[in-house]
């Protein structure tokens, strides 16, 4: 079965005047790190272009990749599905993106990454790159990252062989498009038959491993009256994460603007699906739907973006958003994007469906989001503390313990310094071959970046902890909502 959906990849190759733009480009990217720079010394960068504009720097400023924790890499725009509403649909056997050669380029300059945890593989489809372990090497070279995510439709991760061997070459995330929930509606959207096993196996796969599962859907018309059915069928799995995404319409035709659901028909589906999330204590968010049609579910709002390297072609004909309420409604001061303007262009503003906040002091939900432990979890997690000594340890340097959450597949601790109340926090997740700042039998142990003026007051207690911590873990412990043997 899985043979006869790859055997429709499409392999086309990147046309010559393609292939000598994007050469162009890349000569006309050569930045100095200093203004008494030598062009031997001028490390080979893509524009602001490649970025849709949203990373830029002065004459003086060295340059760098990513305004974000997180910088997404393009490559290998080619693809086994036939997605209805596909985002690169028209570059799919066109694009190249980015090469493994530039990529490696760039180690040459570590400060081309500051900032980055975590870098990101897309294409196309990933898993059908030749040359995706040669990402991966590169990418776990980069200083300071943590994180290693693949984006796929998981049509190949059923394969436990080929699986742990992108685990075993660093990729410790998958996040993984689902967007029907069974065989017919997935059929219907991928214009595949046969994908729907082949992603729930694979998706199975990545759950039974080490790595972190993460699931995309995008909302549509073919599956909107049907989130709920997509999370019974992801909530044994336990993913770390599940996303939501309304249909971001970059190629804007009619026959792709029928697959545009309207929002007030949206709203009903996607808070039953994210009330059985709460339910099950599965973490989710949702990005590109009016946040103040979210109610209660707010917080799951998260219209942030990665940092994306794409060929410059990609983004004029990415939708703007706009909102008739934004400069009346505390969400639209706060990262609600609200509406793409192929929508409002098709239905109208919605002001009579859209329900604006009063303008108030309201946090938004960054990253990935937070959730409390239950009794018997910070029960559990503070037993696992005082078999570390970590509390002793902090103390003995000034930090005092607070909040223990749960963020994405992570547990984060996090400590407050008194009296100048710096906060930072401690990352802990199940053993993985990702970067770590320190190993334990039980854990694979990061941290959060403080402020300049913690750094020598945390990096005191950080070499406290590495000399110590792993001493005292003879294995056995586990994160809370795993429960303990």
């Known amino acids: 079965m899985c043979s006869s959906i790859l055997a429709s990849i499409l392999r086309g190759r990147t046309p010559a005047s393609t292939a000598n733009h994007r050469l162009l480009l890349v000569k006309q990217a050569c930045m100095p790190l200093s203004s008494t720079a030598t062009s031997a010394q001028r490390p080979v960068v893509p524009p602001p272009a490649w970025s849709g504009g949203a990373v830029q720097w002065a004459a003086h400023e060295a340059p760098r990749l990513a305004h974000s924790e997180n910088l997404l890499i393009t490559f290998g725009f080619h693809c086994n599905l036939a997605c209805t509403f596909c985002l690169v649909e028209d570059g799919l056997d066109r694009l190249e993106g980015i090469t493994p050669a530039t990529f490696r380029s760039w180690l040459q300059w570590p400060e081309l990454f500051r900032g980055v945890t975590r870098i990101i593989l897309s294409g196309g489809e990933a898993t ?83 790595a972190a599962l993460l699931t995309n859907t995008c909302i549509c018309t073919d599956n909107y009256e049907h989130l709920i059915d997509i999370v019974q069928l992801l909530a044994p799995l336990r993913p770390d994460q599940m996303s939501f995404w309304t249909l971001h319409l970059r190629v ?86 609200g509406l793409q303007h192929p929508y409002i262009e098709a239905f ?113 207690f950080l070499t406290t902890l590495r000399t110590t911590v792993a001493a005292r873990d003879s294995g056995g412990l586990r994160l809370p909502w795993h429960g303990h043997d």
């Not at 009579?352 to 303008?359: E, R, T």
């Not at 992570?410 to 700042?437: I, N």
């Not at 190993?439 to 913690?454: L, N, P, Q, Y």
């Open 128 to 210: 059908l790159e030749p040359e995706l372990f040669d990402y991966i090497a590169i990418a776990r070279q980069v200083p300071g990252v943590q994180h290693i995510r693949i984006q796929t439709n998981g049509t190949r991760l059923h394969d436990r062989a080929y699986l742990d061997s992108l685990i075993a070459a660093g990729v410790n995330e998958f996040f993984v498009s689902v967007h029907g929930w069974d065989e017919a509606s997935t059929a219907k959207i991928t214009q595949r038959n046969g994908a729907f096993r082949a992603i729930v196996k694979g998706l199975e796969a990545v759950s039974a491993s080490s």
């Open 252 to 337: 804007d035709r009619p026959d792709t603007r029928l697959a545009m659901a309207r929002v007030g028909d949206v709203q009903p589906h996607l808070l039953r699906a994210f009330d059985l999330c709460d339910a099950q204590k599965l973490p989710a968010l949702v990005k590109w739907f009016p946040r103040c049609l979210l109610q209660h579910h707010h917080p799951k709002h998260d219209d942030s973006q990665p940092t994306t390297l794409v060929e410059p072609t990609f983004w004029p004909t990415v939708p703007r958003y706009s909102c008739i309420y934004r400069t009346a409604c505390a969400w639209g001061k706060q990262g609600c994007n």
């Open 348 to 460: 109208g503003w919605e002001e009579s469906v859209l329900q604006p906040v009063a303008l108030a002091s309201l946090a938004p939900a960054k990253g990935d989001q937070d959730l409390q432990l239950d009794g018997q979890e910070l029960r559990r997690w503070q037993l696992t503390l005082q078999a570390l000594g970590i509390e002793d340890l902090a103390a003995q340097v000034g930090w005092q313990l607070t909040a223990a959450v749960r963020s994405g597949a992570a547990l984060r601790q996090h400590l407050r310094k008194l009296p100048q109340d710096w906060d930072v926090y401690l990352e802990f997740s199940a053993p993985h071959s990702g970067p770590a700042f320190v190993r334990t039998a039980s854990f694979a142990i990061s941290h959060g970046r403080a402020s300049v003026a913690a750094e020598a007051a945390l990096a005191e």
